[in-house]
């Protein structure tokens, strides 16, 4: 009698799950996110009213000749006007609008996922198996394989007996499976058993996967998809092509573009579900099998080859779109796992795209809808998403592909060949996208989607290195925690990549940048001292310092940075692992060949902490004598205690932890045979954190050693002097972080380059890496996991500070704040070339600019000014004192409201009337404060000096009117000029 298989859970024998569940969450987010794009656009044609294009002429916006850089300066400059416009002018259609269809499309797709088990019985006409099993026998070998599939309760058995294939099939759902046998399964059954048996236990594999539920929903919500979704699109498209065809600037790049993407999306769509099809029909084979089916028993006979390589191309590319993998495919998983577990390239290039486009309509979303708050929502919550999409989807698989590689003894894959088709995927989605684009078809700087193809392989290569470190070294019964563990420090970093990708990264794709005068000018203001003696030092930092603004919106930079290394530290604090590991048990089952790995230990602990150890405590060095010595001119008057002096201690902190990161990075990489770029990584990071201990240390202690005092000349002990200081040092952390994780993954690289063309010459001489020496028990594990207790709370605290002083809404900028701080942009943003503008286009800005706002505040000033003279007369005729002029403290308050909302408002977009309109501003401004000044005399009973300064208000109130009549027959000029020029 033989010993019957051990029923084997859905997950059971496999050390990193299926991926199925992912790719099929991935797959629910395309639908949803394509749907979700779809509905949004149609809303906007057939409900909103909104006109964007009435804010862009007012903020001076050319619309027949544009760059897109043009476009983003004369938005951002403007920031508050055009947002207030917006909101008024071009509001996105109400949220609960798109968001009620896209519940009716939910919904619609749960009630066709009950319902399709309905309609395929009665399509088939099926019957119950009792009806055409008269002696039960077929029932009673049901009931055996069934027992063999460890399924606790028979699924409902049904019989299609007009099916004359020797196939069957499950539908329903994972709680109440039903399965339908063919009636030319039945007729089968006597003549090939085994093969009766293996096409059993193919469909009960499917339910005990847990397929049914996953199959079913994915075809519930594409048909929901085709048939809610895509005809209204359709029908509003149509409709929108018709109104845009006879406009004299029609918006081709946008029209397309969206279609585009509309039309991407799709076939993401169609082709993620046709992979999760795919997916389940080889892991129910390999399950079946693996529970003593017989694999000829499904099998159909392989045809013979045709065609030479143009041809498997051609299947192939034809095998992506089929639900059902090919015969040979099927037969080839079952006689080798690797290509199970191998990590397809065009997946992965599928995943990026997928993700980057999901996130880009996401931020928009979002975006449309966040006015009044920081803006930091949208790229926040779409980075998350694009983040969790890419590190689930390709870092499950490179898990796979490197735990399999482990056990059979192969070797695993690098990582990076797979990351250039992650890489290559997000660039592409990206461009279809339109990221970094406004107006055009392609971004002004292509070569930013080249951070894509450096960005995509950088992951892939720290996820591959760090699943094979822990893959050796764990001793878990299960490799899930380490592997949850590893995805969420991956997803953190590419969390913040996609959250600067999607705030400010793709600006940078118009061609914009900081002004290199302006950033000079913006620091001389922020920290005042003595900038000519240290003119190099400035030039140098107004080069930088627009990278540390940039990453100052993302809070979470430096922990997610850091947890790359802190993740891959926390190997060397594991136990030594037994000869025997528990994870690897339940593993031999599923894949072949599979045998227990040798131990392995990391490189030498010493090797990857110490560099970083002495490059921070030489960070110390350099900085105690930059401060102390003459040479730097920190450490005598006139930079000595000024906010200068701060500025340039950060400047030399950051450089000097820079350049020792990368010497201990290369240092550590030259010492590890295996895993460079986490012993990079490492040494790097640390250096960063011990060296940044060094100015909190100084903080501290300031003033107690007289040639090393920043701002103190007294020795008084003081923490809370670290709190106060800190607003400036947390500015560079992330940044800092950033920088050395970068130039460690170079390093890494460029080390292994060499020692690969070095690799031939060693195994010529017969070199090899050599047995690892065995590592010391005890207090050395202590070590590697208390850095990385302190690394991780050190970074958590800094990511909780930064959190706490972001800004939360746009209240917080008003008024002064915000006219500062739109200033200080405008002197920092980049001046693109103007072309010259048509009259036609002219008089179509100039009247954009008064009806969105400008006639109401010039209307305001009017109204408040004819007030004030009224009052002025009724005293006068009244012969009052000059105490009745008390009335006019609210109105000078009105006008110096009209004043500050000027200031907000969009600039005129012509050169002469926005002369005359700053100085209105300026005149109506001064009015408020003179007149301030006279009712504070008149209050102290100076009658003179009130009087004086009654006369200096009005006669601002004066020349703030001429200016206003003035900016009026400047823009009914323009009108004039542009009626006559079609």
């Known amino acids: 009698m033989t010993s019957r298989p051990t029923p084997l859970g859905p997950s059971a024998g496999r050390p990193v799950s299926a991926g199925t569940t992912v790719r099929f969450a991935l797959l629910v987010i395309l639908i949803l996110a394509a749907s979700g794009l779809m509905l949004l656009d149609v809303a906007y044609w057939w409900v909103s009213t909104a006109n964007s294009s009435v804010c862009s002429l007012a903020s001076g916006i050319d619309p027949d000749r544009h760059s897109d850089l043009g476009m983003l300066v004369q938005g951002t400059t403007q920031a508050h006007a055009y947002t207030a416009c917006m909101q008024r002018y071009a509001p996105p259609p109400l949220w609960w609008i798109p ?316 990582g990076p060949r797979a990351g250039l088709w992650l890489g290559a995927g997000m660039a592409a989605g990206s461009l279809i996208a339109g990221q970094g684009t406004i107006a055009q078809f392609f971004p002004s700087r292509n070569a930013l989607l080249v951070a894509f193809l450096l960005g995509g392989p950088a992951f892939a290569w720290w996820t591959a290195q760090c699943a094979e470190l822990w893959a050796k070294t764990w001793r878990g019964r299960t490799l899930r925690p380490v592997l949850a563990v590893g995805l969420a420090a991956g997803g953190l970093a590419l969390w913040q990549w996609f959250a600067w990708w999607y705030g400010n990264g793709a600006a940078l794709g118009t061609g914009w940048w900081y002004d290199t005068a302006g950033v000079k000018q913006m620091l001389a203001q922020t920290y005042p001292g003595p900038a000519a003696d240290h003119r190099t030092m400035l030039a140098g930092i107004s080069v930088v310092y627009p990278f540390i603004l940039i990453l100052n919106s993302l809070p979470f930079v430096a922990i997610g940075t850091g947890s790359l290394g802190i993740v891959s530290l926390a190997a060397w604090a594991a136990r030594r692992p037994p000869a025997v590991r528990p994870w690897t048990r339940d593993a031999m089952g599923d894949i072949e060949g599979a045998a227990e790995p040798p131990v392995e230990e990391p490189p030498r602990l010493r090797w990857v902490l110490l560099p970083g150890l002495l490059g921070g405590l030489a960070a110390w060095a350099v900085v105690s004598a930059v401060l102390a010595g003459p040479w730097a001119g920190l450490s005598r008057a006139p930079t000595w205690n000024t906010q200068l002096a701060w500025l340039l201690v950060l400047a030399w902190l950051w450089l000097t932890l820079v350049i020792l990161a990368v010497v201990s990075s290369v240092v550590a990489a030259l010492a590890a045979r295996r895993y460079r770029l986490l012993a990079a990584l490492i040494a790097a990071q640390t250096t960063v954190l011990v060296g940044m201990a060094g100015p909190v240390v100084l903080l501290i202690f300031d003033g107690c050693v007289g040639p090393l005092s920043v701002s103190s000349a007294s020795c008084d002990l003081r923490p809370s002097r670290v709190l106060l200081q800190w607003g400036d040092l947390h500015q560079i952390v992330g940044f800092t972080m950033m920088t050395a994780t970068v130039a460690s993954v170079i390093v890494a690289a460029a080390v292994s380059v060499m020692d690969r063309m070095r690799a031939a010459h060693r195994a010529a001489d017969g070199a090899g890496t050599g047995p690892q020496p065995a590592r010391r028990p005890g207090v050395r594990r202590l070590f590697p996991a208390a850095a990385c207790l302190l690394a991780l709370a050190v970074l958590s605290g800094e990511a909780v500070y930064r959190l706490a002083h972001i800004p939360r809404s746009g209240s917080q900028l008003a008024g002064s704040t915000a006219r500062a701080m739109q200033s200080q942009f405008r002197r920092m943003s980049p001046q693109p070339a103007s072309a010259p503008v048509t009259p036609r286009t002219k008089s179509r800005q100039v009247q954009a600019w008064g009806h969105v706002g400008g006639y109401a505040l010039l209307d305001r000033f009017t109204a408040d000014q004819d007030r004030i003279i009224a009052i002025v007369q009724t005293a006068a005729a009244h012969k009052e004192p000059l105490t009745a002029l008390v009335q006019v403290r609210p109105i000078c308050e009105s006008i110096g409201q009209t004043a500050t909302d000027a200031a907000l408002y969009f600039d005129v977009p012509d050169p002469q009337g926005n002369n005359q309109w700053q100085a209105f501003m300026l005149n109506a401004a001064q009015s408020t404060l003179d007149c301030r000044t006279a009712l504070g005399h008149l209050t102290a009973g100076r009658m003179k000096e009130a009087h004086d300064a009654f006369r200096t208000s009005f006669g601002k109130i004066y020349a703030a009117q001429r200016y206003d009549k003035a900016v009026d027959a400047r823009i009914a000029e323009l009108k004039r000029a542009g009626e006559g020029n079609p």
């Open 99 to 414: 968001l009620s269809w896209l519940a009716v499309v939910c919904a619609a797709a749960g009630v066709l996922f009950f319902w399709l088990p309905v309609w395929k019985a009665r399509r088939r006409r099926v019957v119950p198996l009792a009806v055409v099993d008269g002696d039960g026998n077929v029932g009673k070998v049901l009931e055996e394989v069934a027992a063999v599939a460890g399924l606790t309760r028979l699924p409902r058995l049904v019989v299609d007996p007009a099916a004359a294939s020797v196939g069957a099939l499950v539908f329903g759902r994972n709680g109440r499976p039903v399965v339908c046998l063919h009636g030319g399964l039945l007729a089968r059954r006597h003549r090939d058993p085994k093969g009766f048996r293996a096409v059993l236990l193919h469909e009960f594999a499917h339910v005990r996967n847990g397929d049914v539920t996953l199959t079913y929903a994915t075809v519930a919500l594409w048909r929901v998809f085709l048939v809610l979704v895509a005809p209204p699109y359709l029908t509003g498209l149509a409709m929108y092509l018709v109104g845009v065809a006879g406009a004299s600037s029609p918006p081709l790049a946008q029209t397309s573009r969206s279609v585009l993407q509309v039309g991407v999306l799709v076939v993401l769509v169609y082709l993620a579900r046709a992979d999760v099809l795919r997916s389940r029909e080889v892991h129910a084979d390999r399950t079946a099998v693996r529970w003593g089916a017989d694999p000829g028993g499904w099998h159909v006979a392989a045809s013979p080859g045709t065609g030479g390589a143009a041809a498997r191309v051609l299947g192939s590319f034809a095998a992506l779109w089929r639900t059902h993998p090919r015969w040979d495919l099927r037969r080839g998983a079952l006689a080798d796992a690797a290509p199970v577990y191998g990590v397809p390239g065009l997946p992965l290039f599928l995943t990026g795209a997928s993700a980057v486009l999901i996130g880009s309509q996401l931020s928009m979303a979002i975006g449309a809808y966040q006015h009044g708050s920081n803006g930091l929502l949208a790229p926040h919550l779409a980075g998350l998403v694009a983040a969790g999409l890419v590190t689930g989807v390709s870092g499950t698989v490179l898990w796979r592909a490197v735990v399999h590689a482990v056990l059979t003894g192969r070797r695993p894959p690098s």
